[in-house]
């Protein structure tokens, strides 16, 4: 699975994007290390604040099917700006994920790489509640 296959994967599935209230369409594609990907679009819904990200519909469909270890996610927009992912989802990929690579991307390419443990320094993790 190159990066660029991943890419369409996530462009893939931002196509099913529910994004009636920000008209701001996500798409994630995560890879597993034994190379299954997981895609994700964001949810969101009338009281706005239940909006799901992609990145986590991508990260609770993998758990919820037995998917734990991971190698690393793309994210589209068709922003100009490559998107990050939002705080919490940097939370729950370091939780869930650990430090994967996170390629922001628009609809042609990848235009970023970033380590997640760079993009999330001094997490707040399980060790943390010993
Ligand atoms: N969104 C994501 O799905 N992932 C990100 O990395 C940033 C934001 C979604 C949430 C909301 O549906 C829309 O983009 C605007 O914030």
């Given at each position: 699975m190159t990066r660029a296959q991943l890419l369409?994967?996530?462009r893939k599935a931002r196509t099913q994007a529910i994004c009636t209230y920000s008209g701001f369409a996500v798409g994630a594609a995560l890879l597993s290390r034994d190379g299954?990907?997981?895609t994700g679009c964001n949810i969101e819904n009338a009281s706005y604040g239940l909006t799901v990200?992609?990145?986590r519909v991508?990260?609770?469909k993998a758990l919820s099917e037995g998917i734990t270890r991971f190698k690393r996610i793309?994210?589209?927009t068709e922003s100009p700006v490559p998107t990050p992912p939002c705080?919490?989802?940097r939370?729950?990929?370091w939780e869930f994920a650990g430090d994967i690579e996170?390629?922001?991307g628009d609809l042609q390419q990848v235009r970023e790489s970033h380590q997640l443990r760079a993009l999330f320094p001094t997490p707040f993790g399980a060790r943390n509640l010993r």
């Open positions: 369409q994967a996530a299954q990907v997981i990200c992609a990145e991508a990260l609770w793309v994210i589209v705080g919490a989802c939370q729950l990929l996170v390629l922001l």
